[in-house]
């Protein structure tokens, strides 16, 4: 079973950047996708980013490209979130999330079963 930290959460002003990380232990990630979700109070859980286990490949919420990169240092079993140009309307819980299957190209909740304990993401304007 692998176990998600996610850090570097906390309160931005619209505009500002914040750099989410999240590390992996008691699994090697290397042959997994790996996503980045977030919730909002009142809504569900939508899809943000994932990157695929060798990481040449990514695709993002639109509401977040051109934005958002997701990166990963499999080296370090760690996946990374690096927000720019944040808005209002980035205020969530984010969370990282393994996909189930090695080697599958999952991007719904349902594809992923290993969750982190979410980081708060606030941006005021």
């Known amino acids: 079973q692998v176990q998600l930290v996610e850090a570097g959460g906390g309160l931005a002003q619209a505009g500002d950047s914040l750099n989410l990380s999240c590390a992996a232990s008691g699994r090697t990630l290397s042959r997994y996708t790996m996503g980045w979700f977030r919730q909002a109070p009142g809504k569900e859980r939508e899809f943000v980013a994932r990157?695929?286990?060798?990481?040449?490949?990514?695709i993002y919420l639109d509401f977040v490209k051109g934005r958002f990169t997701i990166s990963r240092d499999n080296a370090k079993n760690t996946v990374y979130l690096q927000m720019n140009s944040l808005k209002p309307g980035d205020t969530a819980v984010y969370y990282c999330?393994?996909?189930?299957?090695?080697?599958?190209?999952?991007?719904?909740?349902?594809?992923?079963?290993?969750w982190g304990q979410g980081t708060q993401v606030t941006v005021s304007s």
């Open positions: 990157i695929t286990w060798n990481g040449v490949s990514a």
């Open positions: 999330a393994a996909e189930t299957r090695a080697y599958r190209l999952g991007y719904r909740s349902s594809d992923f079963s290993s």
